[in-house]
């Protein structure tokens, strides 16, 4: 499993005909739906154009959730508290000596004191190796999503959200439940090989190639934790689509962005948009 799910997808620098952008309509009304990288570095802007023309053609801007919201101190200690251990629990007594020792090491390499982890629940283990690795590749910076949040909070352009953020973070606090040394294992292997895996995911990314994008990462999170693409995937596919939906049969034009890998797909939101009657057509 890729630690990517969470980050879903970087940006390159190369130009391509087209992008992560869709318009949908049905028949009267039209929004639209674009596929987003959570995180970029400094080179990786400015983003595409059409993001930029997409954002313009819009009165609303829709994330996944509220950003103001989720950044709040409330909130934050929330996900601390619900991704650590309560007080006289430790990562080590919930994982295999075997992976603890995988773990000992690679922060070794690292130098990171493994003390520091040691009331860390798997999934904030994934989420801080991975943000070191991306912060030491110049990659953990803001993404297309809070440059446009914060675009439109300066331009007083309405702003909308498609899940709550409780929502999210329960999603955030299940990842790899039941499978907690598969989580570390894989992620501390993927370190090695993250700069390579991102330049095909970038690529993919920023000429909307859906396809390759589904054989990157969705086919295999399908294979071997089908129980996670339900619920990081589809199951929050499923609930925004009645809200996508609803944005539809409003005479406003709506600019939805959502993490890119929520549009691959059968699942995906191209496809299910698709099969309920919409026009899915390129930006």
């Given at each position: 499993?890729?630690?990517?799910?969470?980050?879903?997808?970087?940006?390159?620098?190369?130009a391509f005909s087209a992008t992560s952008l869709w318009r949908v309509s049905n028949g009267e009304n039209e929004l639209l739906l674009g596929g987003t990288v959570h995180v970029l570095g400094k080179n990786d802007y400015p983003l595409p154009e059409e993001f930029t023309?997409?954002?313009?053609?819009a009165q609303m801007l829709v994330l996944e959730t509220d950003l103001k919201g989720i950044n709040t101190p409330?909130?934050?200690?929330?996900?601390?508290?619900?991704?650590?251990y309560s007080k006289g629990e430790t990562l080590k007594q919930h994982i295999k000596p075997a992976t603890y020792q995988t773990l000992e090491h690679y922060l070794q390499g690292?130098?990171?004191?493994?003390a520091a982890f040691a009331q860390f629940k798997p999934t904030m283990v994934?989420?801080?190796?991975?943000?070191?690795?991306?912060?030491?590749?110049?990659?953990?910076?803001?993404?297309?999503?809070?440059?446009?949040?914060k675009k439109a909070v300066a331009d007083g352009k309405k702003l909308g959200q498609l899940e709550s953020v409780q929502k999210q973070l329960t999603v955030l606090a299940n990842i790899g439940k039941g499978h907690e040394d598969e989580l570390i294992l894989n992620t501390i292997s993927e370190m090695a090989k993250l700069p390579n895996m991102m330049q095909d995911l970038k690529a993919a990314w920023r000429s909307g190639n859906v396809e390759k994008l589904e054989a990157l990462e969705i086919a295999e999170l399908q294979k071997d934790y089908p129980a996670l693409y339900q619920s990081l995937l589809v199951e929050r596919n499923m609930s925004w689509l009645p809200e996508i939906e609803a944005f539809l049969n409003t005479p406003e034009k709506e600019l939805i962005l959502v993490g890119a890998l929520h549009l691959a797909g059968k699942d995906g939101l191209l496809a299910q948009l698709q099969q309920r009657g919409f026009k899915v057509e390129r930006f």
């Open positions: 499993m890729r630690t990517l799910i969470l980050l879903c997808l970087l940006l390159p620098l190369q023309q997409a954002y313009n053609a409330e909130i934050q200690a929330q996900l601390l508290k619900d991704l650590m690292i130098k990171a004191p493994i994934m989420l801080t190796l991975t943000i070191v690795e991306l912060d030491r590749l110049k990659l953990a910076g803001a993404g297309v999503d809070e440059f446009f949040y």
